[in-house]
């Protein structure tokens, strides 16, 4: 099975920034969209950023012009840029993969998560 590995999380101070990356075991066909999920304790898992197939972004509004989502098919990677980080960013980020195989069949992937921490 398709394995989604992120890396890049850490500690770091309000206003500082950090990259995080997800690297897919294989490569994956038909991709739908890619993207980065986050949950804070106590709170629900709520998306951060997607990028489609397509090469379109879109962003939550409390992240907008702040981070940044990309993607290296040659290295079966995504991306998360983040700058001007605040404390409310703190949480477990995820990666996630919608794709689609044959037959139409649809699969969703999850990465382990990786913690982001944003102090004072």
């Known amino acids: 099975q398709v394995q989604l590995v992120e890396s890049g999380g850490g500690l770091v101070q309000a206003g500082g920034s950090l990259r995080l990356s997800c690297v897919a075991s294989?490569?994956?066909?038909?991709?739908?969209?890619m993207g980065w999920y986050r949950q804070a304790p106590g709170k629900q898992r709520e998306l951060v950023a997607v990028?489609?197939?397509?090469?379109?972004?879109n962003y939550a509004d409390s992240v907008k012009g702040r981070f940044t989502i990309s993607r290296d098919n040659a290295k079966n990677t995504v991306y998360l840029q983040m700058s001007s980080l605040k404390p409310e960013d703190t949480a477990v980020y995820y990666c996630?993969?919608?794709?689609?195989?044959?037959?139409?069949?649809?699969?969703?992937?999850w990465g382990q998560g990786t913690q982001v921490t944003v102090s004072s």
């Open positions: 990028v489609t197939g397509g090469d379109n972004t």
């Open positions: 996630n993969v919608k794709s689609r195989g044959s037959g139409g069949t649809r699969y969703d992937y």
């Open positions: 294989r490569r994956i066909f038909s991709i739908n969209a």
